[in-house]
């Protein structure tokens, strides 16, 4: 948008079917509707700025930087953080597990995504509550999120903990998992470690102990 405003022709290779990164496939439209966010990218594409769809950087048959380099001026790299991150905990490879970004990605993108009747989500983020509030539209019956601090330390905005308790969704506080289990190789359950809050961490709020 910048770049075309000063005057520069600008070509954007996003390696996802749709654009928009993030804010297409990782907050749920209930929360960012797609026409407002069609609306920005249309806006951007009649500045003159082309966007290349499905056009991932390296790779068999995709143009590498090497190519990008030949071919413009200039390269920016904004690729985001789209790798999710494990629990490192027996159980999360049954079916019936997914990480939160992987979970929102496919439903955004309109992919077939079911729900059990009773969800778990572990984490206290706006992922952690996006993923919540979006099991709970997909049909489950009850969705609790498990989270290893108290309310207090949750990083989620605090409003958006607030509508996702007067959807219904319920809160399981100062609880860490330490392994899924499974039945017949899909997730049936989830045991945890109670925990306690000790001394402020790194992040400023008062670190979880077993």
Known sequence: HDLAILGYKVTVHEALPVAGGML???????RLPRSVLEQEITRIETL????????????AGAPTLADLRREHDALF???GAHE???????????????PGAVFLREMNLG?????GKRVAIVGGGNVAIDAARSALRLGADSVTIVYRRSRAEMP????????????GIDFHFLANPIRILGKDGRAAGMKCLRMELGEPDASGRRGPIP
């Open 48 to 59: 003159g700025v082309e966007i290349k769809l499905s056009s991932p950087i390296g790779g």
């Open 111 to 115: 992919r077939a995504v079911t729900v």
């Open 156 to 167: 989620a905005s605090a409003w958006e903990v607030q509508d996702a308790e007067e959807e």
């Open 77 to 79: 790299l904004s690729v």
């Open 84 to 98: 999710e991150r494990s629990l490192r905990i027996a159980g999360e490879e049954l079916e019936g597990v997914a």
């Open 24 to 30: 297409a496939v990782g907050i749920p439209d209930y």
